[in-house]
Nanobody, 123 residues
Framework: QVQLVESGGGLVQAGGSLRLSCAASGRIFSSYVMGWFRQAPGKEREFVAD????????YYADSVKGRFTISRDNAKNTVYLQMNRLKPEDTAVYYC????????????????WGQGTQVTVSS
């Protein structure tokens, strides 16, 4: 079992920055893929970014490419999402997720989920 706990959300003005953290506990294997998703009110949960736990290979949704950076600190069992140049449309609950079956862009590709952290970007 894997437990994920997100933190770092909050209220920020457009153009500002936030860094989200995802603390992982339990059996994290080097083959795991760690991802960030987000869900805005009335919308489906969507993929934001992911990273291999071992090698650091990353992938981003087009909507955040160049503004968001995903990284991990294996020593701390933590995955981060640095979000820069935030826009009002980035407002959502952000979820950390883990997959033991490999990279994927869909909610069902991930096996473990955190409780989410709210990010609100004001215009």
């Amino acid at each position: 079992q894997v437990q994920l706990v997100e933190s770092g959300g909050g209220l920020v003005q457009a153009g500002g920055s936030l860094r989200l953290s995802c603390a992982a506990s339990g059996r994290i294997f080097s083959s795991y893929v760690m991802g960030w998703f987000r869900q805005a009110p009335g919308k489906e949960r969507e993929f934001v970014a992911d990273i291999y736990w071992s090698g650091g290979s990353t992938y981003y949704a087009d909507s955040v490419k160049g503004r968001f950076t995903i990284s991990r600190d294996n020593a701390k069992n933590t995955v981060y999402l640095q979000m820069n140049r935030l826009k009002p449309e980035d407002t959502a609950v952000y979820y950390c997720a883990a997959s033991h079956t490999g990279r994927g862009l869909r909610v069902r590709d991930f096996d473990y989920w955190g409780q989410g952290t709210q990010v609100t970007v004001s215009s």
